[in-house]
């Protein structure tokens, strides 16, 4: 089984519109986040999750909306998509209060937008 | 949290063991020395932490010098498959760690 699974793996999609992004986790982690990896290929945190609540909320536009429903799952939904946008997220997992300094992270998801 | 410096690239020969130096001279006491791969078009993949004394996995080995400054990662027999980009990352927590540009490592056959 999957530890970290992301859908859809790779997304094409055009500027403007609405597109969500997926993330499961069955490692039964308390925390989960958002990575965002851009074409320079820096990973930036977005997004961290522990229990349901928003813990971190770095920079980001407001286009950008996780959502938590239980703490398996983290989405990230992007409105009015934009050019920039275009690189690869990942979503990852860990235990809060551990210092084992793990995180799981999933394959990604490739946002392609034109 | 403390910033690191690590080479762009390196190259290693199949079979020997590849040393993937790290300066962290801003380190502060409290802070652990995190390493993370990404193998290419993979999500990172966690390989060792440590504080102050060396640590070895099953993966890699990690050495700390002894005024925490410097790192140093440890592959003992580098494969083909250890070619990837290696992270090196200093933070107070498991949570939220920043990724910087880390080593491009090539194993070359």
């Known amino acids: 089984d999957t530890a970290v699974s992301q859908t859809p793996k790779y997304l094409v999609t055009q500027m403007g519109n609405d597109k969500s992004i997926k993330c499961e986790q069955n490692l039964g982690h308390d925390t989960m986040y958002w990575y965002k990896q851009d074409s320079k290929k820096f990973l930036k945190i977005m997004f961290s999750?522990?229990?349901?609540?928003?813990?971190i909320n770095e920079t980001v536009p407001n286009r950008f909306s996780p959502k938590s429903p239980d703490k398996a799952h983290l989405n990230l939904h992007i409105n009015s998509l934009e050019l920039g946008d275009s690189a690869v997220y990942f979503c990852?997992?860990?235990?809060?209060?551990?210092?084992?300094?793990?995180?799981?992270f999933g394959e990604g998801s490739r946002l392609t937008v034109l | 949290d403390a910033k690191t410096t690590q080479p762009t690239s390196m190259d290693c020969a199949e079979g020997r063991a590849a040393n993937l130096p790290c300066n962290h001279s801003t380190i502060s006491g409290n802070e652990y020395v995190y390493w993370y791969r990404q193998i290419h078009s993979q999500g990172p993949q966690y390989i060792i932490h440590g504080l102050k004394n060396n640590e070895t996995n099953e993966m890699a080995s990690l050495i700390i010098t002894e005024d925490r400054k410097s790192s140093t990662l440890i592959l003992p027999h580098a494969t083909l498959r250890d070619t990837a980009v290696y992270y090196c990352i200093v933070r107070t927590g498991a949570n939220n760690l920043f990724f910087g540009t880390g080593t491009r490592l090539t194993v070359i056959p």
């Open positions: 999750y522990n229990n349901k609540e928003l813990i």
């Open positions: 990852a997992s860990s235990q809060f209060l551990g210092q084992t300094g793990e995180l799981f």
